[in-house]
Each structure stands twice: as C-alpha cells, then as structure tokens.
C-alpha cells in the first residue's frame, strides 16, 4: 500500500505543476494562436497552404497573424496577394501588392510585376508610375527604360518619352556596330532563324530606339514563330513611329486577322488621323478600304456607306466644293471619319463651321464610346484624336 500511495503522489505532484489552474492557483488566460504560432509562423502555414495550391486556407491564417500583430509589415501583404493572385482575383493581389510596396519600395521584381499587369491591362499611366518606381531602385536597366518610353508616350506624356529616348540614345555603346547588327539581324531573318532574330533585336533595340530595322526584324521574328508578344512588337513600332500611319494599318490588319474588329477599327480610325494631320501622301487607299472592310464586319451599314463617300470625296479632293462636303456631313454626319474630314475640311477656310463639326463629333464619341471603346483601346487611348 506504501508503494501504491507514493505513486498516486507523484501522479498528484505532476498533474499539479502541468494544470495549476484545477487547484485553484490563478494563471494568465490563455490565446492558442499565441501559444501555438508566432507571427511568423503563421505568415509560413499560409505561404504553404499556397504552395499547395489551397490559397483559400491561406486566409484564416493571415486572419490569425493580424490578430497578433495588427501592425502589418510588407510580408503579409505580399502573402495576401499572392493568396488572391492564385485566385484569379487580379485587382485585389494588385491592390495587396501596392500596400506591401508602400511600406518597403526596395522590392524589384514586385515592382515589375505590378507594372506588366497595368501595361496588359492597357493602363499605361499606372504601368509608367511602377516602372518608374523599379527604375530608382535599378537606373541602368536598359530594357526598362525603353518600355518606360513606351509607357510615356501612350500616357500622353511627350516631354518625358523624348527625355528616356535622349537618355537611351546617349549610350554609343554600340554605335559603331549598328551596320554589322543590321546584317546579323538581315541573315537570322533569311534563314528563319526567329528566336535567333527576336532575342538580338531585343537586346539591341533600347540602345537604337529610333531605328525602323529593329522594330521591322522584331515583327517579322514574332510573326514566323507566332509568338503570343507579336501584338506588343506592333504595340512598340506605334508608339515609336506615331507619325506615321503603316504601323498602325499593320496593327489593325493583325487586330482583325484576330477578329478584333473593334480594337481594329482604332486602329485604322488612328491612321486615317495621321494622314490627314501630318498630310501623308501614302496608304490612303489601302486604310480608307480596311475602314469600310471593318464597318462591314461590325455590320454598321450607314457608316460603310459614309466610307465610300469620303473615298470618293479625297480621291476628288482638288474638285470638291465646300457645299458638297457640308451636303455629305448632312447625310453621314454619325459617321466618325467623315466628322473629322469635316472639322479638317473647315478648319482653316471657317472657324464657325469647323467649331460645329467639331462639337458634332464630341456629341457623337459620347453617344457611342462605350459601343465603340472609344478611348480605351489602342496605344493611344488617352488621344481624343481631335483637330
């Protein structure tokens, strides 16, 4: 019986140091979140629960580690993100991922990531502020800085493209091998050598951003291996030869190829801009057709109609009369091309007359933007496309 007892004893001694609270010795409540996790920790469960491809769990952990440390630091934000970003749920990561770069702006490749989401959302403004930011942190990162000229032009920012390609354009580097590049670039393009081609324009174009070559060899590249970035090339060529109007009458080919027909039709409707504002001599024909062919395609049959008109009118254009061009704006006057020949018409023959058209099309783009997209598709959308 001894034996027995000083075993019940010892059991008595034990059971009273591990739960000191049944015998009535008070104790500090306890948390089990923080008995069992650390902040840390928990931050860890839930970057695992992603891992594992279940990011939906991932959020009672981030949850928990709120709880303990409501201060939150970057990580978390990163976790949260990245939790919605396995979701599907775009927005809400971007929105997680700018709280963590608000709170340590050291992180590059977040940066990048932020800023080729709002580039492929068409957000060219919001993709130029995190490249931006990226670039502080990294100055000499050519390739981010041509797209930083990309970005500043689509975002209407003329002063601020001029100034990355004058800094671009500043490292002779490579000067003296631009001929030898060309015909590299030349014989990878013969040879159907598309990856060879793509890679060495890539490489080389921040350093020649204003050469027609290596935005021609990058088209051409991405077209032979039909790579998914051959709409960014065309993107680029746009932008960086804006004046013009081939590149955007190839885009649109290429849009509608695709059977884009309205993100075609911005394209071509930005051709038939610059023609008519840099008076270009070349491609009338051949845009003022992809025009009527579009309009086809959407089935908008009054503005077909408009378009064989205006052919008619700028083929005739040293014969037309200032009576005709104001019968026809009657007729057609939702057509969006012939409003703009009307404003280009009058605009230096009568400024009364001009000012109507021009109020005319501003009505028109409001009735029909969100029909059309107007001003949200294409590398200019800020660009109300107006004289």
Known sequence: ?????????????????????????????????????????????????????????????LAKAKEIKPELDSRFHNITGNAHWKLGN?????????????????????????????????????????????????????????????????????DVYLSYIRLLESD?????????????????????????????????????????????????????????????????????????????????????????????????????YQALKYNVQSDWGEFLFLLRQTYTKLGWVEDALAMDVLVSDIKNKMNLRDQDVQNHLNTYRKNREYLLFGVYWFKDKDAILADEYRKLLRERDEETSEKEFLFVIGPFAVDRMEF
């Open 1 to 61: 019986m001894n034996s027995r007892s000083r075993r019940i004893c010892i059991w008595l001694v034990l059971l009273t140091s591990l739960f000191p609270w049944n015998l009535g010795i008070s104790s500090e409540p306890i948390i089990p979140a923080k008995v069992l996790f650390t902040y840390d920790h928990l931050l860890d469960v839930a970057e695992q629960k992603i891992e594992i491809e279940l990011p939906n769990q991932a959020f009672s952990f």
């Open 172 to 272: 002779k580097s490579f000067a003296s091998e631009e001929e030898a590049l060309q015909t590299s670039l030349a014989r990878n393009l013969k040879l159907k050598k598309w990856k060879e081609a793509e890679e060495l324009s890539l490489r080389y174009l921040p350093f020649f951003p204003r050469v027609e070559g290596m935005y021609e060899t990058l088209i051409i590249a991405r077209r032979g291996k039909k790579s998914p970035l051959l709409e960014e090339a065309y993107m680029f060529a746009c932008v960086a030869f804006k004046e013009e109007t081939r590149y955007f009458v190839r885009y649109g080919v290429y849009l509608q190829e695709q059977e884009r027909y309205l993100e075609a039709l911005s394209m071509f409707r930005r051709a038939f």
């Open 90 to 158: 775009y927005y809400e990561a971007i929105s997680a991922y700018e709280q963590s770069i608000a709170l340590d702006g050291k992180q590059n490749a977040l940066l990048l990531k932020i800023a080729d989401f709002y580039d492929k959302e068409r957000k060219p403004a919001l993709a130029l502020k995190f490249t931006e930011l990226y670039l502080k942190n990294a100055p000499t990162d050519k390739a981010r800085l041509f797209r930083a000229a990309i970005l500043s032009r689509r975002s209407g920012k003329e």
